[in-house]
């Protein structure tokens, strides 16, 4: 048995946690941007451009995240391709955050009034026009709570990726729990971190919410 110190745990843990971060960023700017191009294509005017969507989005949310990862990072390597633990957490859950902030952004869209469409087209706006300088800005003010909340999300799904050998948070803490064997300290303060990183997105989450729902009772 290695002998560790809460001092060395807690370092080693917060050295980690950094993977962790860094992996949740990139999933949620990659996921943000492919989110962004489905979007475009869920709220166009052809059906069949709707429906590709649709499906995409099906899939994802329809099947466990876990297995997404394990096809993503032993799927490939059987078509020739080599993928590292890194690439595959990143891949994989950049599609899976799109295939939930597409949903949540065409919910926003959807919420501006359609006045607003009719209004652009009378004034000789494309479909695309209409969408970014008319619909999309209010949309925006709809969305910003509900993306900060799912990025909490994110976060706490990044413990998955330990599952395919990614040494983010959750993995390094079971290393370090197979060497010290003192799994309640260790796995309470992997709790701790997570709640750190966790909550003040909730907070502001919650802040936003309370903000937009002010706004519109004073508008009312």
């Known amino acids: ?99 939930y902030l597409v949903d949540i952004w065409r919910g926003c869209v959807e919420a501006v009034p359609r006045g607003q469409w009719a209004a652009g087209a009378s004034l000789g706006m494309t479909f695309g026009q209409q969408l970014l300088f008319i619909v999309w800005p209010q949309a925006l003010k709809i969305a910003v709570a509900p993306t900060v909340g799912f990025l909490v999300q994110v976060v706490k799904s990044t413990a998955l990726a330990s599952i395919i050998g990614f040494a983010e948070l959750t993995k390094t803490g079971t290393m370090i729990t197979n060497a010290a064997f003192r799994p309640f300290p260790i796995y309470a303060m992997v709790a701790m971190i997570y709640f750190a990183m966790c909550f003040p997105l909730t907070w502001y989450a919650r802040v936003l919410e309370r903000r937009r729902g002010v706004g519109g009772m004073d508008r009312r």
Do not use: K
Request: cysteine-free; overall charge positive.
């Open 1 to 99: 048995m290695v002998e560790f110190t809460l001092w060395d745990i807690a370092r080693n843990l917060l050295l980690a946690a950094r993977w962790t971060l860094l992996l949740s960023v990139i999933a949620f700017v990659g996921g943000g941007l492919v989110g962004l191009l489905l979007l475009r294509l869920r709220v166009s005017p052809l059906a069949w451009l709707r429906r590709v969507v649709v499906l995409y989005v099906e899939v994802f949310q329809g099947t466990p995240l876990l297995m997404q990862l394990f096809l993503t990072f032993f799927g490939l390597p059987l078509l020739g391709i080599d993928v590292s633990p890194w690439t595959a957490a990143a891949v994989t859950l950049t599609l899976y955050t799109s295939a």
